[in-house]
């Protein structure tokens, strides 16, 4: 870990303002661009090591997603830098109103391991970006990319601007946090730790952004387009063997519409990962085996109608489909974060939305239909982070949205200008101008009543 002595290094080095400029954080995200660049196979070998990802698959959510950011804030990163002149109201007329933009000093960024490059380092793009220094912490569950990263922070960055560490989350977070008074911790994981971290956090006012999980629901509505609906959900369901926190977790289908929709999720499986999926080189492994047998229980509780098959060794589960589940089953109450994805039918909304109701304010909400009114109740019927129509997942690929919880799925947002803002204090400033100083605005205020009534309403 970084030492007292380290840490105290960073908090001198952002003190002396270097990290400040528009020069010296363009250069470092240059930077940052080209070694990511110039690491391109080694990222790829990692992240096959510890989850068997496809180059494909990491261009498209780890290293090409972290890219796109990069290149769209050095981009963007002189406007956003730019104090934003704002309208000035009636009683302060002549001045003049800014918001200016400051770093937030040094920052503490804490990943999990299932998207293990992109989730340590797209904060951390916004965490430049913004001035910052930064402390990072990778996840120790995926050592082979936490050690390229390691190489990739160290040739990008000054010890004392970035720094990273790889322990154990639970040792070592406590004891930075517990001795070093950080300005900001952006964490994600999961609800159960990221209600740890706040609490740390809260014993010295230190501002979080929460990035957590939880149930995100997928209802596919009666009047709909089943065989799209069906590719799009496992698509994203399946992708990382569903282990990506805005996974559909589970699909809520209008009862007229199941029987055709199961065979369309079939049909898709069976074409995306072919008649044995353990050998599909598109098709991932559970990062461990503690996740591995957490997940092997849910099959026992419910029928299996598709897949099921494992194999320890391997660490593989077969994306699976399953019904029959009940709402008290384990499968049903925790985060199922693994390709089994239970589908139970509904016929009335209200049905479906009290499934929905028992895990509050998911991450995400999707919904299939083609009918523009039932789209819009259910948009605003559940209380969600983020989400699509007609697709799955994908909202968070687009860096014009923020991408973030809402309760018990976190709280902050990020990508884009929202990760430059997160890592921002917005610094209200009014300039006022010498050249007018009415007697009116001083004190005695006596018989001034009828013009402040005028001047603030
Ligand atoms: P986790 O909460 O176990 O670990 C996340 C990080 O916290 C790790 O770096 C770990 O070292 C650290 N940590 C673990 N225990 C700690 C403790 N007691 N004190 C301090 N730090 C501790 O999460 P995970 O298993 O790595 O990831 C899976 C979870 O993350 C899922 O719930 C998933 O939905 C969520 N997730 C959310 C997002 C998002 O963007 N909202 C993205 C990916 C994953």
Redesign the pocket.
């Known amino acids: 870990m970084p030492t007292l002595n380290q840490l105290n290094a960073i908090r001198t080095f952002y003190n002396s303002g270097v990290t400040k400029s528009y020069g010296f954080r363009k250069q470092q995200l240059e930077k940052l661009r080209d070694i990511v660049i110039a690491h391109e196979q080694g990222i790829y070998d990692a992240l096959f090591i510890d989850l068997k990802k496809s180059p494909e698959e990491c261009w498209i959510t780890e290293n090409g997603f972290l890219l796109a950011e990069i290149n769209n804030s050095i981009k963007k990163l002189e406007t956003w830098m730019r104090p934003k002149k704002v309208t000035t109201n009636l009683m302060n007329l002549p001045s003049k109103s800014y918001i200016y933009s400051e770093p937030l000093g040094v920052v503490l960024i804490?990943?999990?391991?299932?998207?293990p490059f992109q989730?340590l380092l797209t904060p951390l793009i916004g965490a430049i970006a913004a001035g910052n220094c930064v402390v990072l912490?990778?996840?120790?569950?995926a050592p082979a990319t936490a050690a390229i990263i390691q190489k990739i922070i160290s040739l990008s960055f000054e010890e004392k601007y970035v720094s990273i560490t790889n322990?154990?989350?639970?040792?070592?977070?406590?004891q930075m946090?517990n001795n070093f008074s950080f300005d900001h911790v952006f964490?994600?994981?999961?609800?159960?730790?990221?209600k740890?971290?706040y609490e740390?956090a809260a014993k010295n006012l230190v501002p979080v952004t929460?990035?957590?999980?939880?149930k995100s629901p997928c209802v596919v509505e009666k009047e709909v387009n089943a065989k799209v609906a069906a590719r799009r959900i496992v698509m994203t369901k399946f992708s990382n063997a569903g282990?990506?926190?805005?996974a559909p977790d589970y699909v809520l289908v209008h009862s007229s519409v199941k029987e055709a929709f199961v065979q369309e999720l079939k049909n898709a499986i069976n074409e995306f990962y072919g008649p044995d999926p353990s050998v599909n080189e598109n098709f991932g492994k559970i990062?461990n085996e503690k996740?591995f047998d957490r997940l092997c229980q849910y099959l026992q509780e419910g029928t299996v109608i598709h897949g099921g098959k494992t194999d320890k060794n391997k660490l593989y589960i077969e994306p699976t489909l399953l019904q029959d589940v009940t709402l008290d089953a384990k499968v049903m109450s925790d985060?199922i974060?693994g390709p089994i994805l239970p589908v139970i039918s509904f016929t009335e909304m209200k049905e479906a939305l009290d499934i929905i109701e028992q895990h509050k304010n998911p991450?995400a909400f999707y919904v299939f239909t083609s009918n523009k009114q039932k789209e819009e109740e259910w948009l605003q019927a559940v209380a969600f982070?983020g989400g699509c129509v007609n697709n799955a997942a994908l909202h968070?690929t687009n860096h014009h949205l923020p991408?973030?919880?809402r309760g018990f799925?976190?709280t902050g947002s990020y990508h884009g200008k929202f990760s430059f803002d997160t890592f921002s204090h917005k610094k209200a400033v009014m300039k006022t101008p010498v050249w007018f100083d009415p007697a009116m605005k001083y004190p005695p205020m006596k018989g001034k009543m009828k013009l402040l009534k005028w001047l603030i309403r």
Do not use: H, R
């Open positions: 804490i990943s999990p391991w299932n998207y989730l912490k990778s996840s120790e569950f322990e154990d989350g639970a040792v070592i977070i406590p946090m964490y994600t994981g999961s609800t159960q730790v990221g740890i971290i740390m929460l990035e957590l999980g939880g282990q990506m926190c805005v990062i996740q985060e974060f991450l982070g968070l991408f973030g919880g799925s976190g």
